[in-house]
């Protein structure tokens, strides 16, 4: 696929406004994310940037107006992280609940040794520490065939060498034909252009 | 890119689904004690509190040793689905590709095998405890397999819409309790029969209709459920 903004959307988004509490935290929304977009979205806190990624994913059905359309395989990652303490790392991809496919073990360790987690495959995850636990979570970005990935603040509990390793990952995917959305409250220090979403103004071009 | 893999069957999916729910209760054993525990403990209350007339317990033992199994398993009902909703697996399976039915009957199956069929399969030891007659203990294991699986189908449904709850303790017996009713009530009549001498057939034959209703029914209820609690 070619690399930079192009090809069949993967993600559509007619009309859509959302109400939280009596009060509008978006309205008239619309924008589409082709293959090579990088899009973060930007807003204060409680502006709604989980409440949109929670309904371009899927999990919120109702309390908003408008439509999504999903063309592709997603994954979403949000706050939680997912990760059971009772079962080792391995055993956490291994038997993943988002049953996106089966992995081989060379995969699983291989990706764990990207997060950084060589050597803790078989350690119970609650003996890890609230950043590995993210690690775990975020190793399924290494092993994840979707297009459109959707990450809720995937830089929450991560160390300054993580986080430039995560973002050379994001960039490497858009430019594979993938496309990214994701809220930050930090900047993206990447070699690539960045969308910004601005829940009042939609998608910059 | 490599060669795109695709996503498991749902068969692969629901069997590493019940895995790692059984591997994960295998690593808390105490949660699968507990409810056996339960049911040690207030079997012995009954001769205390009705006194020790092995004639008066004799009668009274189908309808007892089957109010306590309805209790053990509503203690376990809540909490199927609770951990998964704490650290967020449950938002991972509700977008998972394979079809949500199978995968909260996995669930399911897995809560009955270290629940239900566990007390089916002890619950001898406690009919013995309060001199249930020895021709009824085949009856009271077989309707204890078929109604548990059914208890905990029925509970699910309790805990799939109770699980956004800080405590849904009180509200899921309230909900799932009248629901539990006709499996108690064709649960202890074989029991009963049995004793008497009378065959149990019948009335297993209902619990079995009961469990197909229930297999057929509860995971539709307890997707949607899920997916309510999920949203909110």
Known sequence: ?205 | MTVPRTPPGTAAFCLALLRRQLTLAARRPIEIGNPLLFFAMVVALFPLGLGPAPDQLTGFAPGILWIIALLSSLLTSDTVFRSDFEDGSLEQLLLAPQPLFMSVLAYICAHWLVTGLLLALVSPVFALMIKLPAAAIGALVASLLLGTAVLSLVGGIGAALTVGLKRGGMLISLLILPFYMPVLIFGSAAVQNATLGIPAAPYLAVLGALLCLAIALAPLAIAAGLRISVDA
Not at chain 1, 82 to 99: D, Q, S
């Open chain 1, 1 to 205: 696929m070619p690399p930079g903004p192009g090809g069949e959307a993967l993600l559509t988004v007619v009309a859509l406004c959302l109400e939280r509490g009596g009060r509008e935290l978006f309205r008239d929304l619309a924008f589409a994310v082709r293959p090579g977009q990088l899009v973060q979205i930007e807003g204060a806190n409680g502006a709604g940037k989980t409440s949109l990624l929670r309904i371009l994913a899927g999990l919120s059905r109702y309390g908003y107006s408008g439509s999504v359309a999903r063309h592709c395989p997603l994954l979403y990652l949000g706050h939680l992280s997912a990760v059971k303490a009772l079962l080792t790392p391995r055993e956490n991809l291994a038997w993943h609940v988002a049953g996106e496919s089966s992995y081989s073990r060379p995969q699983i360790d291989e990706a764990l040794a990207k997060v950084g987690l060589y050597g803790y495959e078989d350690v119970p995850s609650h003996a890890l520490s609230a950043g590995q636990h993210r690690r775990v979570n975020l190793a399924r970005l290494y092993l994840s065939q979707c297009p459109l990935w959707l990450l809720d603040e995937p830089f929450t509990a991560i160390d300054k060498s993580g986080v430039a390793e995560l973002e050379l990952l994001l960039v490497e995917h858009v430019r594979r034909g993938g496309a990214v959305v994701l809220t930050s409250h930090q900047s993206l220090q990447v070699a690539y252009q960045v969308q910004i979403l601005s829940l009042s103004e939609g998608l910059a071009a």
